[in-house]
């Protein structure tokens, strides 16, 4: 990729996983391709943050706990949420 000197550019990096990828590659190399190409037409990478924020916010942000400690509550409020939802799925 290349940038000009004073332009910009906005690059989407996505990580993930899909159930039985390994099992099923096949069909999960489909999905994976389909869900990059809805992803790539315009308006749906914001659109797929949004909702993204939205689902946190109802799921997860609901708890807080405040500490005088910054990275415990770091820890409590951000990170155990996460590994909950990973370690459930």
Do not use: E, K
């Amino acid at each position: 990729m290349n940038v000009p000197p004073g332009g910009a550019v906005r690059v989407a990096y996505f990580l993930g996983a899909t159930p039985a990828a390994l099992p099923h590659w096949p069909d999960a190399l489909g999905r994976m391709r389909a869900t990059l190409a809805a992803l790539r037409q315009p308006g749906r990478v914001d659109a797929f943050r949004a909702g993204f924020h939205r689902w946190w916010d109802d799921h997860l942000g609901v708890f807080h706990a405040a500490l005088p400690n910054a990275d415990c509550a770091r820890m409590i409020n951000r990170w155990n949420p996460v590994q909950s939802v990973h370690t459930g799925r």
